[in-house]
């Protein structure tokens, strides 16, 4: 493996996670909760509550660092970006399931890499992109996903326009706990990853974000997130490819209002003997989701 090559895969996924925003994975029938309430102490029902004539809309910023050394030589690629993001509602079915369309309303986006010149792309005054940021010009504006979920998050269909690869992030939503939970209770959602091995194979990691509902504070819950590898990788060659996918931080959810109102993951990691032993990649990234309230004087009314 070279330096260049694994630099290039990691710009090319830094421009797909604005797109893919948020979510992206191997989606199992069902969200597993760990335990009932039965303390004393208050109890908590979490829901989404969706509009028809409220899209939601969020802005995401992703940054990241990837520091690669092979045989000496030492890379860094740094990359930025900023997005806009809305769901609209476009039905609901007879069980009260909502169908939702996803689309990434603008970007702006700025990579550097160790020995090439910066590159950059705004949406809302750029006319052409450069080569690197074509893929993501073409799908601002565009659908990306069509998903139907119900009030807890589970996922019941989904179809995809565009191709969305799979970076930790989790499901298209927060999967939330069925019934009132107490702070400290937790609830995890089962994913299962493939990676390849240096001779062609594919192995199947299972891994799981298991959550924790941490505290509630006029009406915001605030809730953790960390994944947890299950199935044992030593291979620095598997870890290389499964850094990615080891996402931990924290979500505020609106329990009133019924959605998410803020959400930070963060990565933080190095491997170490994956193309010789004096071979080494750190990754540091941080993604930051904030909900964007609506202006529209339907929302101001209600």
């Not at 030492?74 to 476009?90: F, G, I, M």
Request: proline letters at 7%.
């Amino acid at each position: 493996m070279r330096v260049g090559l694994l630099v290039r895969h990691n710009l090319e996924n830094t421009t797909w996670i604005v797109l893919a925003c948020c979510w992206s994975a191997l989606l199992l029938p069902n969200t597993v909760c760990a335990g009932e309430a039965t303390s004393a102490g208050d109890l908590y029902e979490l829901k989404y509550q969706f509009h028809p004539d409220q899209p939601l809309r969020s802005r995401v910023v992703h940054l990241v660092t990837t520091e690669t050394r092979i045989r000496g030589v030492t890379q860094e690629s740094k990359s930025r970006s900023n997005s806009v993001r809305v769901w609209r509602v476009l039905g609901t079915d007879p069980d009260g399931r909502v169908q939702f369309e996803h689309v990434v309303e603008s970007v702006d986006m700025w990579q550097k890499v160790t020995g090439r010149p910066e590159v950059s792309y705004n949406s809302l005054t750029d006319k052409h992109p450069p080569p690197e940021y074509e893929l993501a010009a073409e799908s601002v504006g565009a659908t990306i996903s069509i998903v139907t979920v119900d009030q807890f998050g589970e996922v019941y269909a989904r179809k995809d326009f565009k191709p969305i690869p799979n970076f930790g992030l989790g499901q298209i939503t927060t999967p939330l706990p069925r019934g009132k939970v107490p702070v400290g209770h937790q609830w995890e959602f089962p994913t299962e990853i493939a990676l390849y091995l240096p001779d062609g194979r594919v192995k199947r990691v299972k891994t799981r974000q298991l959550y924790t509902l941490e505290s509630v504070k006029t009406g915001v819950a605030t809730i953790s997130v960390k994944t947890q590898v299950l199935t044992p990788v030593n291979d620095p060659r598997i870890q290389i490819q499964l850094m990615q996918q080891l996402a931990n931080g924290i979500i505020k959810f609106d329990i009133d209002e019924g959605r998410i109102l803020f959400r930070q993951i963060d990565w933080d990691e190095t491997v170490i003997g994956f193309h010789g032993p004096d071979s080494c990649v750190k990754y540091l990234a941080r993604y930051v989701e904030e909900y964007l309230p609506d202006e529209s004087p339907v929302a101001q009314a209600r």
